[in-house]
């Protein structure tokens, strides 16, 4: 009885003390830092502190500690398992009669401890298999992670960029506002001391407001581009960022020269390793579906032990029982094969997408190449006009000033010059997206 009560007692208090640890790790969080009040960074430094803090990131990371244990719990159902039990019943002094030769024989019921331990193991052909899957499938699962790891680069670069470029065309647009407000201002003046009419007056203020109007915009433009850089760096609104590079920095063409030089390796690219494994998966399905006609194999063994307290009591359960058992798949009306035929027609599916894919991926490589090489071009065309609007539009303004240019040709080059902004901006942005996706494309970190 002491024995019992020992084994109990110890049994009851490590599965007490480890379900209190394994409820205090759940239930532990770590105290969440304070969002800094602003931040300052180079487009590397971004895109790592991204990595660190990013929430669908952390996502993509704890679905493969989550596919771990997945794999874990196929294994561990192949493995042996032992259960302990014990049970103690109390008959409150009752009494059963048997009747033997005629005469009535009273048995007094004892009160009685039982204490019973089951060791198991179970394999299958289908357990084997799903443990095969398990491992494609963590392999699916860290592709994921980097294909969000990379997306999320990229997405930090076209933010800092486009946050970068705002930045500067808005700084343009004010020192162009502050020469077209002089301008105003000396005409509004000329105009009252009756040397020029009210019309041209009216014409540069017409201007002033367009300018004024492009500016709010450009603001706008650059606080949506604040937010956006923000969320992807999983910082509050109010965290102030301070980006440390220029333009000209991140858009080099030597950067653009490497990049189009780099020979395509078809096994780098995310896409392809990600349908590569899908169709591997495909494969394992084909066994698994076949192992449904396999046997399932158990071993088992118990052991049982029956303590009485007071007179009387039979020993009816064996203290050990040992038992083996085949169980084999007969007869399923078809089912079985059907399934092993759905999973073969899966599998040829998979292998024609990736066949189809290999020949798509090539062709998709030498567009990549010309997106970036003509995006690099315009946007070296799209510099200069934007340095030759800016020059003609300072000399024009001195012109008009001293009256050797006319209100109209002031006009035109103040529209040449927005022109010249919205379409460097937009050659800008259309480089860094194309050097982005071919980078995804090429998988480099």
């Not at 105290?31 to 660190?52: G, H, I, M």
């Amino acid at each position: 009885m002491k024995k019992i009560l020992i084994i109990s007692l110890f049994c009851f208090s490590t599965l007490y003390l480890s379900a209190e640890d394994h409820v205090m790790s759940a239930t532990h969080h770590e105290e969440p830092q304070k969002a800094p009040a602003s931040l300052s960074l180079s487009l590397k430094e971004a895109q790592d502190y991204a990595l660190r803090e990013n929430r669908t990131l952390k996502n993509a990371s704890l679905a493969v500690q989550e596919a771990y244990a997945q794999r874990w719990q196929t294994i561990a159902a192949m493995l042996p398992s032992v259960d302990g039990s014990y049970s103690y019943s109390n008959y409150c002094g009752y009494s059963a009669t048997l009747s033997m030769a005629g005469n009535n024989v009273e048995i007094k019921m004892p009160n009685v401890g039982a204490l019973g331990l089951t060791a198991s193991i179970g394999i299958t052909g289908q357990g084997i298999v799903g443990a095969l899957l398990n491992n494609i499938a963590i392999d699916m699962k860290k592709l994921a992670l980097e294909q969000t790891e990379t997306a999320l680069r990229s997405s930090i670069t076209t933010s800092y960029v486009s946050l970068l470029i705002m930045n500067d065309i808005h700084q343009l647009l004010d020192s162009s506002l502050s020469n077209i407000e002089a301008l105003a201002r000396m005409t509004q003046k000329t105009v009252d001391a009756g040397a020029a009419e009210q019309t041209t007056a009216d014409q540069i203020k017409v201007r002033v407001n367009t300018l004024k109007n492009n500016i709010n915009t450009t603001k706008r433009n650059i606080e949506l581009a604040n937010n956006t850089l923000r969320a992807l760096l999983a910082v509050p609104a109010e965290t102030e960022l301070i980006l440390t590079q220029k333009v000209g920095d991140l858009l080099s063409a030597e950067t653009v020269l490497n990049l189009l030089s780099e020979d395509f390796d078809i096994n780098r690219n995310l896409n392809y390793q990600m349908l590569k494994k899908s169709t591997e998966l495909a494969e394992k399905n084909v066994h698994m579906a076949a192992w449904a006609y396999g046997p399932t194999i158990s071993l088992a063994y118990n052991y049982s032990n029956q303590q009485y307290y007071g007179e009387g009591g039979m020993r009816m359960t064996p203290p050990n029982l040992v038992q083996v058992s085949v169980r084999m798949p007969l007869w399923s009306s078809g089912k079985r094969a059907a399934g092993v035929v759905e999973k073969k027609i899966a599998y040829e599916e998979a292998k024609n997408t990736l066949a189809e894919t290999t020949d798509q991926l090539g062709i998709q490589y030498q567009q990549l190449r010309y997106n970036l090489s003509n995006a690099y071009e315009t946007y070296q065309n799209e510099k200069d006009n934007i340095e030759v609007t800016e020059r003609v539009f300072h000399s024009t303004t001195n012109k008009f000033q001293w009256g050797a240019a006319s209100n109209l040709e002031l006009t035109n080059a103040s529209n040449d010059l927005i022109t010249a902004q919205s379409t460097y901006v937009e050659a800008v942005l259309t480089l860094v997206n194309a050097q982005v996706e071919l980078e995804e494309f090429l998988n480099n970190k």
